[in-house]
């Protein structure tokens, strides 16, 4: 069972600093992550935070979350999860992801997504974040960092860096080889 701590505290977070609007619609995690006008993304990308450090917990790796929406018009923005091999979110994570964004009970999901993924809360959480240069970036990476930090993980904030780079980044933290290949490089 979830540590009830762990939890009050992401909820009372999301509750006061994060909240889900009323009027929000619902939204899906695809190949590029979430994508949305920046101003609608506060929750989602502190929910993200979230799935990271889950997801961070579940499988004792680092993940990364990148801000960003690439070649989308300037007012959007966007943010994706990268899995501890470097590569995208597994499937059934980007499930989860899209459950707990689109959640009305909110503490009922996060509890069931924790419960259905066997997540250990009180286990350690690594997350390397990102971002891009559009101006409202910084301001969604902070709403990440609040997610992530929420649930007890570590953040580790790289600043501006293309998305390529973090996956680089996030491979080289999981693996012999990528941690080897980080130190002549990084």
């Not at 989308?72 to 091999?85: L, M």
């Not at 993980?153 to 999981?174: A, D, E, S």
């Amino acid at each position: 069972m979830a540590s009830a701590n762990v939890l009050e505290k992401a909820v009372v977070v999301s509750q006061e600093n994060h909240p889900r609007p009323a009027d929000a619609a619902d939204v899906e995690y695809g190949t590029a992550g979430f994508r949305d006008l920046a101003t609608k993304l506060d929750f989602v990308v502190f929910r993200v935070g979230l799935i990271a450090a889950l997801r961070s917990k579940s499988t004792r790796s680092v993940v990364g979350v990148m801000i960003t929406a690439s070649h989308n018009p300037e007012e959007d923005n966007g943010v994706k999860v990268i899995d501890p091999n470097g590569g995208m979110l597994e499937p059934s994570w980007e499930v989860f992801a899209t459950e707990l964004v689109n959640a009305k009970n909110f503490e009922h999901t996060l509890e069931k997504v924790i419960k259905s993924a066997n997540v250990e809360v009180e286990d350690p959480a690594t997350v390397l974040i990102g971002r891009d240069t559009r101006l409202n970036s910084e301001q969604l990476a902070q709403s990440v960092i609040d997610g992530v930090q929420s649930l007890g993980g570590t953040i580790h904030n790289f600043g501006l860096l293309t998305t390529p780079q973090l996956h680089y980044l996030v491979r080289c933290k999981n693996t012999e080889i990528g941690r080897a290949s980080c130190r002549e490089r990084v």
